[in-house]
């Protein structure tokens, strides 16, 4: 009876999140500097009517907004894959320095050659790098404990400062034309990173929930997983590479937005309370969230855009603060 | 539980060996800034400018820049170096570092959110680093009492480094909107100490004084704390009292340090590990030894910056997460994290 | 004999122009301009044009083309403050490298002028909405912005106007050249060109646009050898090297629209007192909007104006 009503109310919630996603992305079609009505927006998606409001969905909006839902979805997911193998919800790939290799690698060749020339490559091998070092450099026992998130941590710390110094140093142009990346925008993404991430996104999703049941006995301690028949090991290991792929891919598209790794989850958590790791609900969020903040980014100092990992850095201030000064503190167990 | 990791602790080593060591070390380190930097006057002509001779223009390049240079570096070191002493022994977590708990990011927010509103570097006043620094550790204080950050040590570590990524963010922000800001913060925020003037330090001192008594005030209590409340309650110690003048402390010496050097990752977690190496994990002597540690540390991650850098300068930030990310691997690497 | 050709090959574009103008919707003239993204053609005389680069705004206006659209200057809020006045009521489409295309769009533009570092996907949108010009101009030579307002009046038209205005420069250049060269001996002309940071100063290359305008003056533009080739931009410097910068005359940039400020904090430094730029007081503040971003006939025409009256301010 009760496994029935969690079943109905993990149901009930992703419904309300696709219904969420499915309006967010609606309103970034239809609002911006030209504006589309609700009811010309069909028409323009399946190529019919004013010829502007056309362009304007199909060519401009369009891609930007699956984008925005596919980067969201990735990072999301990557964050709750990881929380979860650390049993720490702070312990999301932006904290942990994946995010900044990333960038750091992508800057790289961004400022190297004056024009941004595909960085998606790099971003992902600034991932698995980051990820390889810090398993290296952590020792025997992988992805277990603490010793892989402060190793990721020095990691980090040294790529953004390399991040850092790459900027100061090269022209201004140059830096100026690197600096979206590295607070996250959706604006200079490249249509074959979209899609080299949609196929990752779809590949990593179909993963994680292979490793569901899994991942769902890690969220007691290692020896009753191990009772219940998790091989720890493999389901970490797994899960771990799932992650780098996922905010690898998604780094090169928009840059370390990385908060949404962080907030998506816990919305996802909130919504269903099931026991369950919520993987596809935390993509859905991560997806509805990014979108919204791209839109907002886009409308508030028209006709300039802020960059979307501003938006998404402030949303994500006070409800990061609150989790950490509120007094008994489940979200960090 | 206190009294517990007491006992795990290694016995106290005698102060008399590595404390002169650590002295010399200074001492070269200071030397070896004079005598090299980024321009083409190298160490003959820096003797020579010592011993009294040397060109005019040798003459303006050690005594004018590197001298002053040299008292900024040192003076940022000790705050650190302190800082982070007092921190970690106040959180028991070897881990804990200002710039790795968010301190000197929300110092560094703070000199940035200045900029913006006016105020130019130049003019910046360590009292809104300070500010900023003091609620980046009431934040931090605030966080350890929620179960589970204050007894594992990742945790608040790992909490300090979500703020810290955060307060980047907004900061770039603020960066975005205003260009000139950005102009002026874009060199500062990684750190470095090129170009900070006697002038500034001068304006830093006071508060630094302030800070040097409040550390010699709460050096004993902090010692006795570390056997558990009760026993300082025991030997006549206000725990709350003692915490709130420490965080006091740790916030002038961290936006001091920021004010002069931006914010510097690491400074505050190498000085005292390399002090607890050498001299056991009592409070009053990690601090004696951070006294000559710290400013040798950031002596030669400057000198490093400047020569490494030449003909610009490398930001000093750069030489010490360098420096510091290695020492972060090796606390963590080994067997079980040292209890304080 | 060569000036005289082109000055009647000028006569003839003019009055060609004129009757074009005169019979324009009976009949549309086409050109075709050869840009980094292929051969693009153009009819007639544009009328709704968007700038995306500096350089652009500046050609387009100096060969008497009004825009409806520009980016604002790096650092600004708006258009660089010495063509506000002329850009007049102009739409603002976003920043360097962050262009807002719906902005654009929504300008419903018949021809786009864009910077050369526009990116290839940028280009295919952009042209869906107009001819985009992204000109293949070797960036940070001497005729750098010869060429491209060769270009973009070509697109726009107005060859005739734009060889007027070359013109113009030149003969500019060459009256502020004479006072410079009456009034400053040969071995004093040496020049650099800097912004200044805390930390030190930020040299700009010998073949930064406005160093090019020094140079067509009579100044010797100096960067020590320190500007890096393959980074044509700028260098930051130590303090301790400030000896390398140190020439008769200091052109000192700020983002601000005042440079007394830069100046002010500058003249605080002990290494910057030491400069004999500073000693003889041949330290000349000037708008870094103008002087390290911008570039075109109009930019060249105010930057000759700042060199005429730093002249004048001269004992």
Redesign the interface.
Known sequence: MTELLIQHRNIAATLALVAALSLAMAMSLALGTVSVPLDGLWDALTGQGNAMHRFVVQELRLPRVLAGALTGAAFALAGCLMQTVARNRLATPGIIGIDNAATAFAVASVVGTGISLAPSAMALGGAATATALAFGLAGANGTRGYRFIIAGLGIGAIAGAVTQVMLSRVAIDAANAAFPWTVGSLNARSATAVSVLAAGLVAGWMAALLLGRSLNTLQFSDPVAINLGTRLKRVRALSLACAVLLTGLAVAVAGPVGMVALLAPELARALCRSGRVPLTASALAGAGFMVTADLVGRLLLAPLELPVGLITAIVGAPYLIWILVKPSSRSLT | MTDYACQRTPASRALVPPLPVAVFFVLAAALASLLW?????GAVEALQVMTGQGSE?AR??VM???LPRLATAMATGLALAIAGALLQALTRNP?AEPG?LGVSGGSAFAVTLAILLGA???TMTTLVAQAGALAGCA?VM??T?????AA????L???G???T??LL??T??MM?AD??A???V?????G?I??T?LADLVAVLPSMAVAGVLVVIVASPLAALSLGERAAMGLGHRPGRIRALVVVAVALLVGGATALAGPL??AGLVVPFIARALAGPDIRKTLWLCLPIGPGMILVADTLA?VI???????L??IT??L???V??I???SRRMPAL | MQTSFIHCVRQGLVAGLAMLAISQNALAETRTIETLYGDVTVEGQPERVVTLYEGALDSAIAVGVQPVGAIITRGGQHVASYIREAAGDIAIVGAPGETNLEAVLALQPDLILATRQTSRDQYELLSQMAPTIVLDVPLFRQDTWKQELAGFARALGREGQANDVIARVGHRAEEVREQVTGSIPQQQRDTSLVRWMPQGPLVMSEGLFSATVLASAGFEVEDGGIVKEGRPHSQPLSQENLTLMDQEWIFLATINDDGREALDAARQSPAFKRLKAHSNDRVVPVDGHLWTSASGPLAALAILDDIENALSQQP
């Not at chain 2, 594992?152 to 945790?155: I, L, N, T």
């Not at chain 2, 850098?309 to 490398?314: I, T, W």
């Open positions: 930097g980024a321009g083409p006057v223009e303006f390049v004018e820049l590197r881990l790795l130019s570097s130049a934040l605030l966080a009492r929620s179960r589970g950050l594992d040590p990742v945790r570590v790992l909490a480094a979500t703020v990524g955060l963010s907004l770039s922000v975005l260009q000139r950005a102009d002026e874009r060199f500062w925020i990684t470095s090129a170009g003037s990752v690491f400047r850098g030449a003909p610009a300068e490398l930001p930030g750069v997460a360098m510091g990310a290695p972060l691997l606390i963590v690497r």
